[in-house]
């Protein structure tokens, strides 16, 4: 079992930076060098979204529209860490932001902005970015 803690998250002003980290424990056995993350958000009255992801290799980086440009996704496998380094933060980032994680096979097809794909998640951090 693979559990995940998130922190970093805070309030910061509009055009402000904050950079998230994601750490996992409890993967006895098991290497998470070969393992997808991604990064999700939620805010009040609105579906989970997708934010960004990153493969095993970083061979793949997906980002949403939204974020494009201002986020980076980036892993230290020697940690079990992911990061997610946001810039340029505006007031329609606010949410609850989630890291997620998952060992399955993935293909060129496979979406991995959908949370569907991942198995383990942490608690969420709250990032809110005042205007």
């Known amino acids: 079992q693979v559990q995940l803690v998130e922190s970093g998250g805070g309030l910061v002003q509009s055009g402000g930076s904050l950079r998230l980290s994601c750490a996992a424990s409890?993967?006895?056995?098991?290497?998470?060098?070969?393992?997808?993350w991604g990064w999700f958000r939620q805010a009040p009255g609105k579906e989970r979204e997708g934010v960004s992801s990153?493969?095993?290799?970083?061979?793949?980086?997906d980002y949403a529209d939204s974020v494009r440009g201002r986020f980076t996704i980036s892993r230290d496998n020697t940690k079990n860490t992911v990061y997610l380094e946001m810039n340029d933060l505006k007031p329609e980032d606010t949410a609850v932001y989630y890291c997620?994680?998952?060992?399955?096979?993935?293909?060129?097809?496979?979406?991995?902005?959908?949370?569907?794909?991942?198995?383990?998640w942490g608690q969420g951090t709250q990032v809110t970015v005042s205007s």
């Open positions: 997620a994680t998952t060992g399955r096979v993935w293909y060129s097809g496979s979406d991995l902005l959908d949370g569907e794909m991942y198995d383990y």
């Open positions: 409890g993967a006895s056995g098991v290497s998470l060098d070969y393992y997808v």
């Open positions: 990153i493969s095993s290799s970083e061979g793949r980086l």
